[in-house]
């Protein structure tokens, strides 16, 4: 990491990936420091952690959307309408560049439906975006997540991608839907999945230029500390800062804003536009 010469120049560089892990329901002190979470504290400890970072409200949909629109369009996850706001799709289209959303268990290639558990619609931000819907080439660019394995050894991996396990390996629920298991359970599940399924893409050539913000939707709901409550987040590239820990406190608002300045685009959706800058990181 610190062989890259942009490392610590105090300014943001444009990648040609972002990467955005989204997982659930969980504090940050369920997260850091949990021994049953070895590979997450292993890439916490040797990034880039936000040690003050805080989700938006309590309930999923809105944080999803927070992190892709700047807006937190619903308070209700079972929300059914269209979001036509700035979002992520129009800035990174206009701005002549790819994406995709890779969601696990997802029914179908551009499916716009319902959940079908253990796929969770509400998970899926870019499902209710008008540029999507009235587009079946955008519709195109919602696809299973077995599609990120292909897209790397095909070297067609989309300048944004947002990434979502499905209900089973996410925190969400028990692994495999079974009806009983311990919360343990559930993070060792997500830090093995994390393991099995991203390491490949963190050893990847293509990955000396990318950048993976792995964040958490949400905390315990307990924890309403600014609104959703306190969450870790990782910044995970070799253009991050090794080992680096920031106390400045941001929320979803930042990573978007992020997400956009990594890819030179200045189109900053909803309250990105205001959100405080994670230059620190790198």
Not at 125 to 145: C, E, G, H, K, L
Request: proline share 6%; charged share 15%.
């Amino acid at each position: 990491m610190a062989s890259d010469p942009t490392v610590g120049s105090g300014s943001i560089p444009v990648v040609a990936h972002v990467f955005l892990l989204v997982e659930e329901n969980h504090a940050y002190g369920d997260v850091i420091g949990n021994p049953s979470m070895p590979y997450t504290n292993n890439l916490a400890s040797n990034y880039g952690l936000a040690t003050a970072y805080y989700a938006n409200r309590h309930n999923s949909l809105p944080n999803y959307f927070m992190l892709t629109v700047g807006d937190m369009v619903t308070t209700n996850d079972l929300y059914t309408g269209v979001v036509s706001s700035d979002n992520v799709v129009r800035a990174v289209t206009a701005a002549g560049k790819t994406w995709k959303m890779y969601a696990e268990s997802l029914p179908t290639p551009g499916y716009m439906g319902a959940s079908v558990i253990p796929y969770a619609r509400d998970h899926d931000p870019f499902s209710y975006f008008s540029d999507i819907r009235t587009s079946s080439a955008q519709m195109a660019n919602i696809v299973p997540f077995s599609q990120l394995a292909i897209d790397l050894a095909n070297n067609t991996l989309p300048a944004y991608a947002m990434i979502v396990p499905n209900l089973e390996d996410d925190g969400h629920d028990c692994p495999g839907e079974a009806p009983i298991c311990t919360d343990s359970d559930k993070l060792s599940n997500v830090d093995r999945w994390i393991q099995t399924n991203l390491s490949g893409l963190f050893l990847s050539p293509v990955f000396q230029n990318s950048v993976l913000i792995y964040t958490w939707d949400e905390s315990v709901l307990t924890d309403t500390a600014n609104g959703g409550g306190h969450v870790a987040t990782i910044l995970i590239s070799p253009k991050v800062r090794s080992g680096y820990q920031s106390t400045t406190m941001y929320q979803h608002e930042s990573a978007l804003k992020l997400s956009m300045q990594l890819l030179g685009i200045t189109d900053f959706p909803g309250a990105a536009a205001s959100a405080p800058d994670m230059t620190e990181f790198f």
